[in-house]
């Protein structure tokens, strides 16, 4: 008998415990519903293609991050988020079930940064340049009675190391020969432009042509060094003697789009 009386009290005591508890589990402030949704739909757009009017759809694929807090949920909830992802189609949609309540929630669209190469007017001196997309967050609000839809645009960033180029058409000339007027072409000789940062060699055709693809809208630098048998006057005729062309650092001008440029290189100077 004595040791029922002693099982007793325990049990009852082990009772009143599991009921507190159970209390409070039920009145805790983390409860969040979030079986109550509505589908909310959006458009992506960017401008990818700059030979067309308009925007284009962002690419398919692109991920589109949503969010809401769990305190418009439940005020009582503090922190924390409610948070899903969804990817644009090729219709440049896309679509998300998200919770809802007759107050309305704030939800949050972040559409991810992206690299692509975007399409130039034409005319540009590159047909395409690789931009950076990126696109500041949205908040909506969306309730069971108000479903907007969505419209996110990305804005482009041309990166910091991107240089725009443009090609420019050479023809190099010289005094050569003194028994005929004007210069001659110096044909098959090696030629390098340059500015600060950048340096190209090139070698001149039998025309003494060339073309080069060059950093625009910046000052060009060309510098050659040769020597050739210049036909020059002998008393009552001519005679070939050997003439260096040497140009340091010579200016061949600065380039906003494609052009044709002359570069005179003197009447040299006698090699001892």
């Known amino acids: 008998m004595k040791k029922k009386m002693l099982i007793l009290p325990t049990l009852l005591l082990a009772g009143v415990f599991m009921t507190s508890c159970d209390k409070e589990v039920d009145s805790t402030a983390l409860v969040v519903n979030l079986s109550r949704t509505v589908t909310v739909k959006g458009y992506v757009y960017a401008e990818l293609n700059n030979r067309r009017a308009g925007w284009e759809f962002a690419p398919a694929g692109t991920l589109v991050y949503c969010s809401i807090p769990y305190s418009d949920l439940n005020p009582a909830a503090g922190a924390g988020k409610w948070s899903d992802t969804a990817r644009v189609d090729e219709n440049g949609q896309f679509s998300l079930q998200i919770p809802v309540d007759d107050n309305g929630v704030n939800l949050t669209i972040e559409a991810a940064s992206f690299e692509y190469d975007q399409i130039q007017p034409f005319g540009s001196n590159s047909n395409t340049i690789t931009k950076f997309y990126t696109a500041a967050p949205i908040v909506v609000g969306v309730s069971t009675t108000s479903v907007p839809v969505i419209q996110v645009f990305y804005a482009t960033i041309t990166p910091a190391s991107y240089v725009e180029k443009t090609q420019i058409k050479v023809t190099v000339e010289a005094e050569l020969n003194n028994s005929i007027a004007g210069n001659e072409k110096v044909a098959n000789q090696k030629i390098t432009l ?41 008393g009552t005729g001519y005679k070939q003697e050997n003439y260096k062309y040497e140009v340091k650092g010579g200016y061949v001008g600065n380039f906003a789009t494609e052009s044709e440029v002359t570069l005179d290189l003197g009447g040299g100077v006698p090699v001892p």
């Open 194 to 234: 340059h500015n600060n940062g950048w340096a190209q060699e090139y070698t001149t055709d039998d025309n003494g042509e060339f073309t080069a693809t060059v950093p625009a809208n910046q000052d060009i630098f060309f510098t050659i060094s040769f020597e050739y048998a210049k036909t020059v006057p002998d």
